[in-house]
């Protein structure tokens, strides 16, 4: 049981738009910055988002991130059949003294 | 640019030990704390440990805590993470990560990966 919740799954067609959530608490998103990643199949994890809503060099402005109180959302927009990949969110919870991860979300492009 | 290349994973059987590194470059290694984290065959990301950028501090996922111990060595751009009493749920792909600073839990680059096999 991971201790960020997203949905296992969501899907939308090319050029369309989607979201991703993740549901923390007040020891972990509600208290510090969440990144976002994005692994393809077959490859190590890659950092598209981080400090909740900055975007790293290279990554387009296709992608963004925001932050509520203790949820995060990940949003896409002009999906292209190379976004299909799992996402996940992490953060560091203050009161475990871990880094926490998200169960993983699989994006389908229809 | 950054790299990080992980190596050291192979088969084990259980309650064996092995030792995972992870040569660092294209960055300065003392300055960031280096996470490890892991990942199942067809499962999502589980972190498991991080150490400051002198290695003073460490924290242990409880899943691991006092079974794998990570350290480094500043002198050699390396981070290791010793593994004992292995067990079958050890299992993974084993990630080194850097973060952007010192537990902020944002992981800004990762290594390939090394796979790590428990089996009798």
């Known amino acids: 049981q991971s201790v960020l919740t997203q949905p296992p799954s969501v899907s939308a067609a090319p050029g369309q738009k989607v979201t991703i959530s993740c549901s923390g608490s007040s020891s972990n998103i509600g208290k510090n910055y969440v990144s976002w990643y994005q692994q393809l199949p077959g490859t190590a994890p890659k950092l598209l988002i981080y400090d909740n809503n900055k975007r790293p060099s290279g990554i387009p402005d296709r992608f963004s991130g925001s932050k509520s109180g203790t949820s995060a959302t990940l949003g896409i927009t002009g999906l292209q059949t190379g976004d299909e990949a799992d996402y996940y969110c992490g953060t560091w919870d203050s009161s475990l003294n871990s880094g926490v991860f998200g169960g993983g979300t699989k994006l389908t492009v229809l | 640019q950054v790299q990080l290349v992980e190596s050291g994973g192979g088969v084990v059987q259980p309650g064996r030990s092995l030792r995972l590194s992870c040569a660092a470059s294209?960055?300065?290694?003392?300055?960031?704390?280096i996470h490890w984290v892991r990942q199942a065959p067809g499962k999502g990301l589980e972190w498991v440990a991080i150490i400051s950028y002198d290695g003073s501090s460490k924290y242990y996922a409880d899943s691991v805590k006092g079974r794998f111990t990570i350290s480094r060595d500043n002198s050699k751009n390396t981070l290791y993470l010793q593994m004992n009493s292995l067990r079958a749920e050890d299992a993974a792909v084993y990630y080194c990560?850097?973060?952007?600073?010192?537990?902020?839990?944002?992981?800004?680059?990762w290594g390939q990966g090394t796979l790590v096999t428990v089996s009798s």
């Open positions: 990560a850097k973060d952007l600073a010192y537990r902020s839990g944002q992981l800004d680059y």
């Open positions: 294209g960055f300065t290694f003392n300055s960031y704390g």
